[in-house]
């Protein structure tokens, strides 16, 4: 029987692939399938799947890819991952894909379309607005327009017709994902010391290069092994992570907080997968409108949507409270512009709100921690001696 050690050791070996040798294997298996790479932070996979398609996510290089070639493209000032993606692409890891999807997150994604078509990556670009005006008739009627104009761009590829049948089959098999993605994370915030925060992130991470279907499985196997096992408590804190929802923080540097006396039990990394909170309606004639209709009105909360009449700062207090979360911890890329002109905003409220909380920046081929480690061990520190006190450490 496979061990859960052997089960995150693959599932961090298919993470990590910036060669997406299982993708390209999947394609290779049947006729008309393709390949369509999205960037994060979130696309409905749902459509790709209708289509005969993976939709594979994108994360950059990472500490993984050495950057030569990327910097030309882009000026100092912005935040990592752009430049790793264009190295990728430089390189030849994206040959065998149709097609990438860029959604609208920053201007430097926006940008980065853009020098996917002048280089000729794929058989189609698409710089995708996501709307954010939240009323059907206006925003929905957009989305939608905008996702079926991808089903066409694939159409044209692999000459597959559109099937609400084929959709709804997607959308059930992804509300598994999500709902078996959230499995694994409740038993990770009950009890934290049978499974690290990055091995978890592993086995979320895998999803993004392989089919739904195999990843579901995945994540059964390790909520069977994780209801096996016990473990022992460890004398650490409990924290929210905020801010790294597109550019992803080195594995490394999540097992850095972990060590420092953390246990991350709630976090935005990998916000995509679990973006739509709940199920999106299945069964339906107009399953590209049950998709809208979910984007609509169960997207989970972001610095990357307008959200005037439901305000982040609301949200992530009730999320804090429901985790039972002793401190929250803003990590953000740097020169990443939505997540840090959002964190005045989101630690006022946590100081109106006598949260704890510490703040730092990183890069996705960030290598050294002796800072983060420091500020954060003494941030857990703090909270264990002064339990009851508010503790800031800004």
């Not at 020098?115 to 607005?129: E, I, N, S, T």
């Not at 196997?221 to 408590?233: F, H, Q, V």
Request: net charge negative; glycine share 8%; with cysteine.
């Amino acid at each position: 029987m496979e061990s859960l050690k052997q089960l995150i050791n693959k599932c961090e070996g298919l993470a990590f692939d910036l060669n997406y040798t299982r993708a390209k294997q999947w394609k290779s298996e049947g006729d008309g399938r393709v390949l369509v790479g999205y960037m994060p932070i979130y696309f409905p996979r749902e459509i790709i799947h209708a289509m005969n398609g993976l939709a594979v996510g994108i994360l950059g290089g990472g500490d993984k890819k050495q950057i030569i070639r990327g910097d030309a493209y882009y000026q100092s000032y912005i935040c990592h991952m752009p430049r790793g993606i264009i190295e990728l692409a430089l390189d030849g890891h994206f040959d065998q894909f149709d097609g990438f999807l860029f959604p609208s997150i920053c201007d430097v994604i926006r940008n980065l379309s853009g020098m996917f078509r002048v280089l000729r990556k794929g058989k189609f670009v698409k710089y995708m607005d996501f709307p954010q005006n939240f009323q059907k008739h206006i925003g929905g009627e957009f989305f939608k327009y905008e996702l079926m104009d991808i089903v066409d761009k694939i159409s044209k590829i692999n000459k597959v017709k559109f099937s609400p049948e084929k959709l709804n089959e997607g959308i059930q098999l992804f509300n598994k994902n999500r709902a078996l993605i959230n499995a694994v994370y409740g038993l990770r915030k009950k009890s934290p010391w049978k499974i690290s925060a990055d091995e978890v992130y592993s086995i979320i991470r895998a999803g993004y290069v392989i089919p739904v279907e195999e990843h579901n499985e995945i994540l059964k196997k390790a909520i069977e092994l994780l209801g096996s096992m016990d473990g022992e408590p460890m004398d650490k804190i409990r924290v929210m992570i905020i801010g790294a929802f597109c550019e992803q923080p080195p594995l490394s540097l999540i097992k850095t907080i972990e060590q420092a006396g953390c246990y991350i039990i709630e976090d935005d990394f990998l916000l995509g997968s679990k973006w739509i909170q709940g199920d999106v309606e299945a069964g339906t004639s107009d399953p590209v409108g049950a998709i809208v209709d979910a984007y609509l009105n169960k997207s989970t909360f972001s610095s990357t949507v307008y959200d005037v009449d439901n305000p982040k700062e609301v949200r992530m207090i009730k999320l804090f409270n429901e985790s039972k979360a002793d401190g929250i911890i803003f990590a953000a890329p740097s020169f990443c512009d939505p997540a840090l002109l959002d964190h005045p905003i989101l630690q006022s409220s946590c100081h109106d709100n006598d949260i704890r909380y510490i703040s730092f920046l990183f890069s996705e081929n960030t290598g050294q921690f002796k800072v983060i480690k420091e500020q954060v061990g003494t941030f857990s520190d703090s909270i264990k001696l002064w339990e009851g006190e508010t503790v800031n450490l800004k």
